[in-house]
């Protein structure tokens, strides 16, 4: 190493041994006799950190004594694209009272590094990782942005591109004009034998949009690796000096304020001919080394893993409590199975669901949200489903039928995404106000079914502020905004079903907010109270027991948070009829924390797509 270790300070001294064995051996595991390229990363880490400023260092000392800081009932975030929002940065600046008029401290702003228009995926084709978006402003502008956030104790979370970068990169530029040193950067081919043998074995992700793993380039006559869309192009990162320069790319970005590194698409990261190139362990290898080199240079960053894989694929991204990998995952299976419930009308899915999260260790943060910018998979239990003669075709084909409102009687407005005929296949997109029947109901002016999906909207709301974890409002949702049809008429946009959900937030509705009885002002409040409510009571926090109860109706869901002083039963009415949740909770009277009504906790009649979330004191325990 040219820095010597001697040279380090105290502090990073210390952080540094603590780790110094196990980095090693990990970046050698993958990297076998590349001490010279693990040197350079050790040199450049002390760097990064002598150039953090002094308040995130500060902000570093704060956390690393308060390690579960982000892991209290007072954690609520919301994710936003900031064009859509704010029109740039600053605009979004502007808006940080609104933000945090919506409880919000921890905000992820969707994609805004650089990338060329018209072939950005959404912003996650990244030309530049150390430029901002020039209509979304500058880098500085991103640092005081996340000063401001700070001071007002609210945390960003931004996305780290790591499986691929924009074909207008500097490095597939300079790969492009045939430099055999930024081609070892990606996966070049003369001719389609090894590809072909890939894709013997590696699925598809957009099997409609972007076909194929692989993509043909007529200038260069060589074929190249292209996971996502053909102008993404995946990064070699059994190229050590793609790790390297990643991480460096990372670890300028948290320098700049973020606190929360969103790992996009991080189970693709690793690719190996033979096998599904998804969740190898050699991902976990580099997940590992990201924890360990932020946990050295920058305790106080977070890691946040996009995994949307089945659960068995999901939880080993937490790592071991020896050894940990991300700090926080999606829970992205309890968010597709909320839409089964919806379409089906029928809890039971979601309830073993919850049983099966309620059995993984307390630590485990999950974020819970009920739409993102991405479209629904419908990643579900098909085996426990088979017990009830439930086959997946099948229930793919009628779930997408009835969230796209084909199947009678159904008030839902999606659309549906990658629909792969040969499969049978596809995705979901819609806004939560859209899913729920407030688009439809709106539209045709029909009162009495604007209420019922109001309430439906409301009780998923309540739903996903109940489980334990982070709960992540999709921007536009906490005022019921519908469906964004624009994009069907955009070029750049047309053939991506995903911009449905991406639209301009209307700040001309969110206005209508302050007037009693509109359809914002409804659903502003009720879910505004639902999150004072989480923020209050201390049972909400992720050390409470969680587990889930009978209600002998299918479609209401009962599950209940208890911790030594406070119990809370809260029931959910996934049917668009009243009905009773048969529970016998004999223990005295609770208070209804929504509306403050009174009750036992027993045969509960409940309204259609009602919640209740019954709470009360428990007994101190007698002193012996
Ligand atoms: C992630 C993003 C998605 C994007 C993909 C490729 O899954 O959420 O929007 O298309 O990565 O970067």
Redesign the pocket.
């Known amino acids: 190493m040219q820095i010597p270790i001697e040279a380090y300070n105290k502090e990073y001294k210390d952080r540094f041994l603590k780790y110094y064995d196990e980095f090693k051996w990990l970046y050698h595991e993958l990297y076998s006799g590349r001490t010279d390229m693990f040197e350079s990363l050790c040199d450049e880490m002390f760097r990064w950190y002598k150039e953090r400023g002094t308040e995130l260092k500060e902000m570093d000392r704060d956390r690393e004594r308060h390690p579960d800081w982000y892991k209290g009932n007072q954690m609520l975030g919301m994710m936003m694209y900031v064009d859509a929002f704010a029109g740039d940065l600053k605009g979004v600046r502007k808006k940080l009272d609104y933000i945090e008029e919506c409880n919000v401290n921890y905000l992820h702003l969707m994609p805004l590094l650089d990338s060329p228009e018209g072939r950005s995926?959404?912003g996650?084709?990244v030309a530049d990782f150390r430029k901002v978006k020039p209509e979304l402003g500058t880098m500085e502008d991103l640092e005081e942005l996340a000063g401001e956030c700070h001071k007002r104790g609210i945390s960003i979370c931004l996305d780290f591109?790591m499986?691929?970068t924009s074909e207008d990169h500097e490095w597939a530029k300079r790969a492009r004009q045939g430099d055999p040193e930024y081609k070892s950067r990606y996966y070049f081919y003369d001719n389609y034998d090894i590809p072909a043998q890939f894709e013997r074995t590696m699925p598809e992700?957009f099997p409609t949009t972007a076909p194929g793993n692989f993509s043909w380039l007529p200038d260069m006559e060589q074929f190249i690796m292209t996971t996502?869309y053909p102008y993404?192009w995946d990064l070699n990162y059994w190229n050590p000096v793609v790790l390297n320069e990643m991480i460096y790319n990372m670890l300028n970005l948290v320098n700049k304020g973020i606190d929360i590194i969103r790992i996009?698409?991080v189970p693709y990261i690793w690719k190996q001919l033979g096998t599904n190139c998804r969740n190898l362990p050699q991902v976990h290898n580099i997940v590992r080394i990201m924890r360990i080199i932020t946990e050295i240079v920058c305790p106080g960053v977070l890691l946040l893993g996009?995994v949307?894989m089945a659960p068995d694929k999901v939880v080993p991204y937490f790592g071991s409590v020896e050894k940990p990998e991300c700090h926080m995952l999606y829970n992205v299976t309890t968010m597709a199975t909320t839409w089964h419930s919806v379409a089906t009308k029928d809890a039971m899915l979601l309830k073993q669901q919850m049983n099966v999260v309620n059995t993984l260790p307390k630590d485990y943060v999950f974020l819970n949200y009920l739409r993102?910018?991405?479209d629904i998979g419908w990643g579900l239990d098909y085996l426990w489903l088979m017990q009830f003669g439930i086959g997946e075709v099948s229930h793919k084909r009628y779930l997408n039928n009835f969230l796209t409102g084909q199947y009678p009687g159904s008030f839902a407005r999606g659309e549906l995404y990658n629909s792969d005929p040969a499969s049978g296949d596809a995705r979901l997109c819609g806004t939560t106000a859209s899913l729920s029947g407030i688009e439809k109901a709106a539209y045709e002016r029909d009162d009495e079914a604007l209420k019922r999906a109001v309430s439906l909207d409301l009780m998923l709301h309540a739903y996903m502020l109940v489980q334990s974890g982070i709960p992540v409002v999709y921007s536009g949702d906490e005022i019921g905004q519908e469906n964004d049809y624009t994009y069907h008429k955009d070029p750049k946009k047309w053939d991506d079903s995903?911009y449905l959900h991406r639209g301009k937030f209307l700040w001309e509705k969110e206005a209508l907010r302050k007037q009693k009885g509109t359809l914002q002002q409804k659903i502003f409040d009720g879910l505004k109270r639902l999150e004072d409510i989480r923020k209050e009571k201390q049972l909400f926090c992720g050390d409470a027991d969680v587990w889930t109860v009978d209600t002998w109706d299918k479609s209401i869901l009962g599950i209940v948070r208890a911790n030594k002083e406070e119990k809370l039963v809260a029931l959910f009415n996934f049917s668009e009829f009243d009905k009773t949740a048969w529970i016998n909770e004999d223990d005295g009277i609770y208070t209804d924390l929504i509306t403050g009504s009174r009750m036992e906790a027993k045969g509960v009649n409940i309204p259609a797509y009602g919640v209740y979330w019954l709470y009360k004191r428990r007994k101190e325990p007698k002193e012996a």
């Open positions: 995926d959404g996650y084709a591109v499986n691929h992700v996502f993404q996009d698409a996009e949307v993102c910018h991405d995903r």
